[in-house]
């Protein structure tokens, strides 16, 4: 421990988001505390308020949570819902109950309507009715969100901001078919194909539905930015990488760091989610923060990880 260095909690510090925190250099001018969900469940309010109490952290980032794919959250609706809404709830009035004034809490896209105009200002969470597919989630995402301003408002001395990241990849991604993601679960599909050199790779859906997805090594650099500029942050602000992608440029371009020569066919009866989610990036721009990386070089970096961790 050295004693000059602020002390900084991250929950969920085993999940993609934390481990990809961890990795990053600027993990290194702080004294951070890392608690496993066995060692610290966030579900359990009086244990996280004796934690605070005991381990007195100057800032926590909330990266902790029930996180899934379409399957998962259509599948258990009730604890994404549930789940989200308690770790934060504890987490956040626990912080304010033992005196921690800095916290970054992470919300997600999905806090967004359905129908709102893209690019997604951070104005637009709560003006229209959820996609349905990750309604709970959504919901649970939005109420921890108002919960960190409410307390703000009562207490000007508190910073308590929340982050709205884009969809996300990378290492330490799940790439189990039933929580993934759509970038680890194209990347599962397209090896599959490759092993039993099928001459095709199902898509769900059109393959016209547009996403913008970040990779996890550049969310945790947003987010150490944010650290450093807690107090320059407005109530809410959106981590993206500013550009969007159809979800058939997601699978040609894992087909081509992978070397997978056969074609795509759709399954149009398969749910997709929304048509298009890309945030807008203009308040973490001015602020002085830009996403540099390319899609190819974030696929290329996780599937190295998904060869080396995953598929031995
Ligand atoms: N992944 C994305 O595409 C994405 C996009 C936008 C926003 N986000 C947000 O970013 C944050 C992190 O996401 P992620 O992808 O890193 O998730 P993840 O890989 O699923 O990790 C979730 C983390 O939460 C911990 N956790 C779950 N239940 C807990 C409990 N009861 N007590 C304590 N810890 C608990 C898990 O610990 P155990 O492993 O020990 O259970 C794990 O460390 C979440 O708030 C998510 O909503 C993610």
């Known amino acids: 421990m050295n004693n000059t260095h602020p002390v900084i909690l991250i929950s969920g510090s085993s999940g993609m988001v934390g481990r990809n ?29 004796c934690y605070f109490q005991n381990m007195k952290p100057d800032i926590i980032i909330h990266a902790a949570g029930r996180v899934g794919g379409i399957q998962a959250n259509m599948a258990h609706p009730v604890d994404f819902l549930v789940q989200n809404w308690d770790m934060g709830r504890n987490l956040l009035i626990a912080a304010r109950e033992s005196g921690v004034k800095n916290l970054l809490n992470l919300g997600s896209s ?8 893209n690019p997604l200002k951070e104005t637009m969470v709560l003006k229209g009715e959820l996609e349905s597919t990750n309604e709970g989630y959504a919901l649970a995402k939005v109420s921890v969100a108002r919960l960190a301003q409410y307390l703000c408002q009562e207490d000007g001395t508190l910073q308590y901001k929340t982050l709205i990241p884009c969809n996300l990849y990378g290492r330490w991604d799940k790439f189990d078919p039933s929580h993934s993601h759509l970038v680890p679960a194209i990347i599962v599909k397209v090896h599959q194909a490759m092993e039993k050199s099928d001459e095709f790779v199902e898509i769900w859906g059109d393959g016209l539905a547009r996403r913008e997805f970040m990779y996890a090594g550049e969310v945790a650099d947003a987010i150490w930015y944010c650290v450093q ?16 992608y159809s979800i058939m440029d997601y699978y040609t371009a894992v087909a081509a760091v992978c070397g997978y020569k056969g074609s795509f066919k759709y399954d149009l009866s398969r749910p997709v989610g929304m048509k298009q989610k890309l945030v807008d990036t203009k308040i ?29």
């Open 21 to 49: 925190l961890i990795e990053h250099p600027e993990s290194n001018k702080y004294n951070i505390l890392t608690p496993t969900s066995k060692e610290l469940d966030l579900l359990d309010y009086s244990a996280v308020r």
């Open 284 to 312: 973490l721009n001015d602020l002085g923060w830009r996403s540099k990386q390319s899609l190819i070089q974030g696929i290329e970096k996780t599937v190295e990880f998904y060869r080396k961790e995953i598929f031995k």
């Open 229 to 244: 500029n807690l107090n320059k942050l407005p109530q809410n602000t959106n981590i993206g990488i500013g550009q969007d």
């Open 110 to 117: 999905c806090m967004y309507p359905r129908d709102a105009e």
